[in-house]
């Protein structure tokens, strides 16, 4: 089955230090990737993507991310944490169904908390 | 620019009650659109999708229906709302023919079904 995996339910972080959130993925072909980040109750908000191309993207937030395709890993990087980053981040894949259409489907999510 | 509305940002429902939410997307056409619920602030759970007028996706089984009425609308309904109803509803929509691939997200209704 496709699927996306977060390992970690809980990722803390002191402010200033490097931060990684984790994402693997089982797809078949060549997989459409994303990060989103979701603030207490609100809608999701996109971060990056990956489609094709260099393996290291950089999205908004100073946030990037890095394909590893041998390793069907997209995981989630900040060189220096701030503590407004403390959310719950996504990741996520696009699926092409057999009519056609796109189905996305997201990982179980992964708490960042950054300490001051 | 696109942009996503949904409504009522919260709802509090007694079982037994109907449901509608719902969505509306600016300054795009022909949008792919998706209802997703996210339960106990975790994962998200896709439960319907559709790619034009009248045309509905159900993924899971469930005590909820959708429908699009215009280009631009999706509604999420029920006719008699359960306990386990309740969560965090998002709407969200693509658009495929401008070259993106992102979906983008409404803010959520968060429904309580007391």
């Known amino acids: 089955a496709q699927s996306v995996a977060q390992p970690e339910d809980q990722v803390n972080v002191a402010e200033g230090n490097p931060l990684t959130v984790k994402c693997t993925y089982s797809v078949s072909g060549n997989p459409y990737l994303f990060w989103y980040v979701q603030y207490p109750n609100r809608g999701l908000q996109f971060l990056l993507k990956?489609?094709?191309?260099?393996?290291l993207v950089k999205g908004s937030y100073g946030f990037e991310a890095e394909f590893n395709k041998s390793q069907t890993s997209f995981h989630l990087k900040k060189p220096s944490a701030l503590v407004s980053d403390s959310a719950l981040y996504f990741c996520a894949v696009r699926l092409i169904k057999t009519s056609g259409t796109y189905k996305y489907i997201f990982g179980t999510g992964t708490r960042l908390k950054v300490l001051a | 620019s696109q942009t996503i509305h949904q409504w009522p940002a919260t709802l509090v429902q007694p079982v037994g009650s109907p449901l509608s939410l719902e969505c509306t997307v600016e300054g795009t056409s022909n949008p792919n659109l998706y209802w997703y619920r996210q339960a106990a602030g975790r994962g998200l759970q896709l439960l319907f999708y559709s790619v034009g007028i009248g045309q509905i996706s159900s993924e899971v089984p469930q005590n909820l229906s959708a429908s699009r009425p215009q280009d631009r609308q999706f509604i999420l309904s029920s006719k008699k709302l359960l306990l386990s109803d309740s969560g965090f509803y998002l709407c969200?929509?693509?658009?495929?023919?401008?070259?993106?691939?992102?979906?983008?997200f409404g803010q959520g209704t968060r429904l309580t079904v007391v």
């Open positions: 969200a929509w693509t658009s495929e023919g401008q070259g993106n691939t992102e979906a983008f």
């Open positions: 990956y489609i094709t191309g260099d393996n």
